[in-house]
């Protein structure tokens, strides 16, 4: 058992990868807060978890404004005691090119995807720090963050700072024990807003097959673990070795 006795938030918790990194958790011994906006997803995933012999309680928060985020935090230390694990997972995109994205569509992507793991961070890490036992911290960021796309503008900027939020939080929190680290998924399970898994989206990695949300949530295991100790502000990639290959380089 990776986490007994551990206490880990994650959010966006009620579908694909999310939801399979609260199962991993819970099955090694984490009583999992299981939080999302979708009140029916969420405690779906709860209640797989119980039944399955592990410890879980669905919390709903929209993770876009802050009072929501403050209230979730102080909730879960209210029903468990203590925040110990946080994984920033919940994000949207906007699927949009800049000229066809509102600004007022640019910013729930911001809100969301970008302002949200800072704010989580910093409520949960003031749980961690008057708990007085440290913590893990993981963002879930996306190649999207790394390389530009004909489309989602606001997904790509907000994913590109989730990479570099980490780096500051990973110091301001290294005095207090907290690690933070990142991951950095490429098409896993379904695309990000989706219910279905597309078996027509091409694979182009060196693994021959689609990521399966399982491959991320065993990463973010690791990087929750004491197997990881020695890593801190690192963005692990969990793309199959796509982001190795180069276009027209081959
Ligand atoms: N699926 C992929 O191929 C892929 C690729 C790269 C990065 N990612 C990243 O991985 C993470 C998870 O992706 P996914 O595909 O599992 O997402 P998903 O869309 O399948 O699930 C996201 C969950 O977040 C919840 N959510 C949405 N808005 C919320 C809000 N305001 N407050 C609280 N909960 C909210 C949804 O209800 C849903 O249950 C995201 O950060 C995403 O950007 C995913």
């Given at each position: 058992?990776k986490?007994k006795d551990?206490?880990?938030?994650?959010?966006?918790?009620?579908?694909?990868?999310?939801?399979?990194?609260?199962?991993?958790?819970?099955?090694?011994?984490?009583?999992?807060?299981?939080?999302?906006?979708?009140?029916?997803?969420?405690?779906?995933?709860?209640?797989?978890?119980?039944?399955?012999?592990?410890?879980?309680?669905?919390?709903?928060?929209?993770?876009?404004?802050?009072?929501?985020i403050?209230?979730?935090?102080?909730?879960?230390?209210?029903?468990?005691?203590?925040?110990?694990?946080?994984?920033?997972?919940?994000?949207?995109?906007?699927?949009k090119?800049?000229?066809?994205v509102?600004?007022?569509?640019?910013?729930?992507?911001?809100?969301?995807?970008?302002?949200?793991?800072?704010?989580f961070?910093?409520?949960?890490?003031?749980?961690?720090?008057?708990?007085?036992?440290?913590?893990?911290?993981?963002n879930v960021?996306?190649?999207?963050?790394?390389?530009?796309?004909?489309?989602?503008?606001?997904?790509?900027?907000?994913?590109?700072?989730?990479?570099n939020?980490?780096?500051?939080?990973?110091?301001?929190?290294?005095?207090?024990?907290?690690?933070?680290?990142?991951?950095?998924?490429?098409?896993?399970?379904?695309?990000?807003?989706?219910?279905?898994?597309?078996?027509?989206?091409?694979?182009?990695?060196?693994?021959?097959?689609?990521?399966?949300?399982m491959?991320?949530?065993?990463?973010?295991?690791?990087?929750?673990?004491?197997?990881?100790?020695?890593?801190?502000?690192?963005?692990?990639?969990?793309?199959?070795?796509?982001?190795t290959?180069?276009?027209?380089?081959?």
């Amino acid at each position: 058992m990776k986490l007994k006795d551990q206490v880990a938030i994650v959010t966006g918790a009620g579908r694909n990868i999310g939801e399979d990194t609260s199962k991993l958790f819970a099955s090694e011994g984490a009583t999992v807060a299981v939080v999302d906006l979708d009140r029916a997803r969420g405690e779906k995933v709860a209640a797989d978890i119980v039944a399955a012999g592990g410890k879980a309680k669905a919390f709903v928060c929209d993770v876009g404004k802050e009072d929501d985020i403050k209230r979730c935090v102080d909730e879960v230390k209210a029903a468990f005691g203590r925040v110990d694990i946080l994984v920033n997972n919940a994000a949207i995109s906007d699927n949009k090119n800049m000229f066809e994205v509102t600004t007022e569509e640019w910013n729930r992507v911001l809100a969301i995807t970008l302002t949200s793991p800072f704010l989580f961070s910093k409520y949960a890490a003031k749980a961690m720090i008057d708990g007085g036992h440290g913590g893990k911290i993981v963002n879930v960021s996306s190649t999207s963050g790394y390389y530009g796309r004909d489309r989602a503008i606001a997904y790509t900027a907000a994913k590109g700072g989730v990479v570099n939020l980490t780096k500051s939080l990973a110091i301001q929190l290294a005095p207090h024990k907290i690690r933070v680290n990142a991951v950095v998924p490429n098409k896993i399970g379904s695309p990000v807003g989706k219910d279905e898994f597309d078996p027509t989206r091409p694979v182009l990695n060196l693994v021959g097959r689609p990521g399966v949300p399982m491959d991320l949530a065993r990463a973010a295991l690791f990087l929750v673990s004491d197997d990881s100790e020695f890593i801190v502000g690192a963005a692990l990639f969990i793309d199959g070795g796509c982001t190795t290959l180069m276009p027209g380089n081959a």
